[in-house]
């Protein structure tokens, strides 16, 4: 769920400005699915602008205070969540965690680095969701460590209906700042991908 479409379009906006988002039809982008794609979001970058990362960091605590009640604590998902999630924990004045895609081979074999509880009511933050596996890893993590998962922040959706069905097979509420669907509208709109970009990318998402 989109926190709001005049946010989704200041976000797209924004990223595009930025050049967050790369294509290359030709030469597809491998992700770490190994799914071949034609499009990419490094929203890393956004960290480089203060006022991104500001706009960004208000609207996730937006969105947390809108869908989600007695929130005790943030977690962040390795890597593209962590500073996001620490300034959103900031923001709110939060105790903060971030989650590794899995345990560590050595030391402590954490896979949760911080202090939470069990019973806590976290919301989780991300860059951006693919298919949602890696994600998801992170809330099923939390769950496991008895924490209760009120749901999933994130910049930015693929929409890929592959992730869809998994949030809610996992029952896992996710809002995000903008998708797929407004940044090609935002895109095609002030000329930063063609037409027949539009048919590459349209084809991209049906395949799935």
Same mark, same amino acid.
């Given at each position: 769920?989109?926190?709001?479409?005049?946010?989704?379009?200041?976000?797209?906006?924004?990223?595009?400005?930025?050049?967050?988002?790369?294509?290359?039809?030709?030469?597809?982008?491998?992700?770490?699915?190994?799914?071949?794609?034609?499009?990419?979001?490094?929203?890393?970058?956004?960290?480089?602008?203060?006022?991104?990362?500001?706009?960004?960091?208000?609207?996730?605590?937006?969105?947390?205070?809108?869908?989600?009640?007695?929130?005790?604590?943030?977690?962040?998902?390795?890597?593209?969540?962590?500073?996001?999630?620490?300034?959103?924990?900031?923001?709110?004045?939060?105790?903060?965690?971030?989650?590794?895609?899995?345990?560590?081979?050595?030391?402590?074999?954490?896979?949760?680095?911080?202090?939470?509880?069990?019973?806590?009511?976290?919301?989780?933050? @991300?860059?951006?969701? /693919? !298919? &949602?596996?890696?994600?998801?890893?992170?809330?099923?993590? %939390?769950? $496991?460590?008895?924490?209760?998962?009120?749901?999933?922040?994130?910049?930015?959706?693929?929409?890929?209906?592959?992730?869809?069905?998994?949030?809610?097979?996992?029952?896992?509420?996710?809002?995000?700042?903008?998708?797929?669907?407004?940044?090609? @509208?935002?895109?095609? /709109? !002030? &000329?930063?991908?063609?037409?027949?970009?539009?048919?590459? %990318?349209? $084809?991209?998402?049906?395949?799935?």
């Amino acid at each position: 769920m989109l926190l709001s479409k005049d946010i989704a379009l200041q976000t797209a906006e924004l990223l595009l400005k930025i050049k967050a988002v790369k294509l290359s039809p030709k030469e597809p982008f491998t992700w770490a699915s190994g799914i071949q794609s034609p499009i990419y979001c490094d929203n890393r970058i956004t960290l480089s602008f203060p006022e991104i990362r500001t706009f960004i960091r208000q609207q996730f605590s937006k969105a947390i205070h809108t869908y989600f009640e007695g929130v005790e604590a943030i977690a962040g998902v390795a890597t593209g969540g962590i500073a996001q999630g620490v300034l959103v924990a900031q923001e709110l004045g939060l105790p903060f965690a971030y989650v590794r895609s899995g345990k560590k081979d050595h030391g402590l074999t954490n896979q949760i680095e911080g202090k939470l509880e069990s019973g806590q009511r976290v919301v989780v933050v @991300e860059d951006l969701i /693919s !298919t &949602g596996g890696s994600s998801l890893g992170a809330v099923s993590a %939390l769950r $496991e460590a008895g924490c209760q998962v009120s749901g999933m922040v994130a910049i930015f959706t693929y929409n890929l209906p592959l992730s869809i069905r998994k949030f809610a097979e996992a029952n896992c509420q996710l809002i995000t700042l903008s998708d797929y669907d407004i940044l090609i @509208e935002q895109a095609l /709109s !002030t &000329g930063y991908v063609t037409h027949e970009d539009l048919k590459v %990318l349209n $084809e991209f998402k049906s395949a799935f």
